[in-house]
Antibody, heavy 119, light 105 residues
Framework: EVQLLESGGGLEQPGGSLRLSCAGSGFNFSNYNINWVRQAPGKGLEWISYISNSGMTIYYADSVKGRFTISRDSAKKSVSLHMNGLRDEDTAVYYC????????????WGQGTLVTVSS | DILMTQSPSSLSASVGDRVTITCRASQYISTYLNWYQQKMGKAPKLLIYAASNLQSGVPSRFSGSGSGTDFTLSISSLQPEDFATYYCQQTYSRPITFGQGTRLE
């Protein structure tokens, strides 16, 4: 069974940093592209970052570019999202979601981890 | 960025009803359109991929159609477990964008 487990969320002050992790099991992690999608309280879904199965291709939404960094550790079957310069508007549940190339849809999602940015 | 617009934003329906949700892209996206269902407090779940393909395990009462800029998600006979929020998503170009959601209540 495919499982994705996010961790690392919590309360952080504006300007602070957090590191989210997404751990995968039940599938060949190195074959999958990984996306991060967030959802602010009571709002819709916002895609924010992507890393390819090889780790060679990375994309960011403009809203996080220059502040967030995505990376992957295939040996540990995990992807990290380093979040710097946090802002109030980064408050959201953060989901990781996988897609298997060349497919472009998000097959499976984790349960999400809540990030709250507040002073 | 490609803007995805869903209508309606909310929909009141009853068990057994047939419902249709539409999604319009601000530019051509071929069939790079996917539909997700999200229940309160849960992660989204893939229902339909590439506009019209039913994800494994999803009941056949769900169907999708469309290409280019206009798409629809239909539920042939609403079941109690279908009351949720539905999102369309385009994966034609970066950044990937979602519709604003349709709440089925």
């Amino acid at each position: 069974e495919v499982q994705l487990l996010e961790s690392g969320g919590g309360l952080e002050q504006p300007g602070g940093s957090l590191r989210l992790s997404c751990a995968g099991s039940g599938f060949n992690f190195s074959n999958y592209n990984i996306n991060w999608v967030r959802q602010a309280p009571g709002k819709g879904l916002e895609w924010i970052s992507y890393i390819s199965n090889s780790g060679m291709t990375i994309y960011y939404a403009d809203s996080v570019k220059g502040r967030f960094t995505i990376s992957r550790d295939s040996a540990k079957k995990s992807v990290s999202l380093h979040m710097n310069g946090l802002r109030d508007e980064d408050t959201a549940v953060y989901y990781c979601a996988i897609s298997q190339p060349p497919k472009h849809w998000f097959d499976s999602w984790g349960q999400g981890t809540l990030v709250t940015v507040s002073s | 960025d490609i803007l995805m617009t869903q209508s309606p934003s909310s929909l009141s329906a009853s068990v057994g009803d047939r419902v249709t949700i539409t999604c319009r892209a601000s530019q051509y996206i071929s069939t790079y359109l996917n539909w997700y269902q999200q229940k309160m407090g849960k992660a989204p779940k893939l229902l339909i991929y590439a506009a019209s393909n039913l994800q494994s395990g999803v009941p056949s009462r769900f169907s999708g159609s469309g290409s280019g800029t206009d798409f629809t998600l239909s539920i042939s006979s609403l079941q109690p477990e279908d009351f949720a929020t539905y999102y369309c998503q385009q994966t034609y170009s970066r950044p990937i964008t979602f519709g604003q959601g349709t709440r089925l209540e």
